[in-house]
């Protein structure tokens, strides 16, 4: 990830940014992403680099050590597909946004880091899974 990708740090603009990606039009795509309906594994070499557009992070790089805090009002699994997303919580808060060039689905990414492993998870997101900041427009 180059350092000039936009750090977003305000869950409107991430709606927002998902909505522009969204308004394109979402098409049927073979792309590996399909299978990432939530938090998937997924390795370097499935990931679709070559058609995938980085878009923004949600990484601050000031903080060392983000939050492993989840946030689920829901009641639902984290890794469920129509788990929301809050942007300051554990796993959004160490992720980058992309979007793939050929189905017009966003998708994160963040990485897990094990003892013995590093394991890459991926999942397709929505405008409208992002929980809204109260009070902001
Ligand atoms: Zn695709």
Aim: charged residues 25%; negative net charge.
């Amino acid at each position: 990830m180059s350092a000039d990708i936009k750090l977003i740090q305000d869950s409107n603009e991430l709606a927002l940014l998902l909505t522009g990606v969204e308004a394109s039009g979402v098409s049927a795509c073979k792309c590996s992403l399909q299978r990432c309906e939530g938090w998937d594994s997924m390795s370097d070499s499935m990931w679709p680099k070559e058609q995938l557009l980085p878009l923004a992070t949600l990484r601050d790089s000031s903080i060392d050590e983000p939050s492993f805090e989840e946030f689920q009002p829901t009641g639902l699994r984290s890794d469920d597909p129509n788990a929301l997303i809050s942007i300051e919580h554990f796993p959004y808060n160490r992720c980058d946004v992309f979007s793939c060039t050929h189905c017009n689905q966003g998708v994160m990414r963040y990485t897990e880091y094990g003892g013995y492993y590093i394991d890459h998870r991926a999942r397709r997101v929505r405008s409208n899974q992002v929980i809204k900041e109260i009070g902001k427009t």
